[in-house]
Every structure is written in structure tokens, then in C-alpha cells.
């Protein structure tokens, strides 16, 4: 399984982005996709996930300003980010894997910057 993530960048605060990331190869495994991130100096943390059944998961600090969507079709997951914080800044990872709590695989970083 690739995962292949597009979209980060720089905003202001208050602004939005929308982060994409395709999956291909052997996707038979995979039923549940997501986004982690991981800020200078700090753990890797859970953003968003969800499921091909649309079953959908978010951090609380994200909850309300992010909406996280998949198209089946194309196996590709999407988070839109609106009212970004410079507290959002990070390295946006993309996963996959059987179930949105065990991410199996990932992509390469993107990169989120917020200016206040």
C-alpha cells in the first residue's frame, strides 16, 4: 500500500486548507484511513480518522474545525482544515490500515504552517 499526501502549505490563522492523500497497491486490507500530525519538539498525535462505513473520530482539539472525508472510490481521504490555529502547525502524516485505531501504513509527511 502507497499513500501519496498533497496539500499542506502556508496559511494565516483563521485560514483553511484542505489536505488530500491517495492510496494505491493492495487495498483489500485497508478499511479505515486518517491523519496524524507531529509538531516541532512534540509526539506524533491523532487527528482524524475514518472508516469506508463513514464511521468518523476526531481529537478534541481539532473537533469542529476539521472535517475528514473519504471518496471510496477512490481511496483517497481528505481533511479540510478551517479556522486554523498556529497551534496546527505540524507535519501532517496520512495512514491506513484495518481499523482507524491501528494504522498499518503511511504516507510521507506534509507540511502545515500557521502564522499568527
Known amino acids: 500500500v502507497q499513500l501519496q499526501a498533497s496539500g499542506g502549505g502556508l496559511v494565516q490563522a483563521g485560514g483553511s486548507l484542505r489536505l488530500s492523500c491517495a492510496a494505491s497497491g493492495s487495498l483489500i486490507s485497508i478499511d479505515a484511513m486518517g491523519w496524524y500530525r507531529q509538531a516541532p519538539g512534540k509526539q506524533r498525535e491523532f487527528v482524524a480518522a475514518i472508516t469506508l462505513g463513514a464511521v468518523i473520530d476526531y481529537a478534541d482539539s481539532v473537533r469542529g474545525r476539521f472535517t475528514i472525508y473519504i471518496d471510496n472510490a477512490e481511496k483517497t481521504v481528505y481533511l479540510q482544515m478551517n479556522n486554523l490555529k498556529p497551534e496546527d502547525t505540524a507535519v501532517y502524516y496520512c495512514?491506513?490500515?484495518?481499523?482507524?485505531?491501528?494504522?498499518?501504513?503511511w504516507g510521507q509527511g506534509t507540511l502545515v504552517t500557521v502564522s499568527s
Open positions: 495512514n491506513a490500515g484495518g481499523r482507524a485505531s491501528s494504522p498499518q501504513y
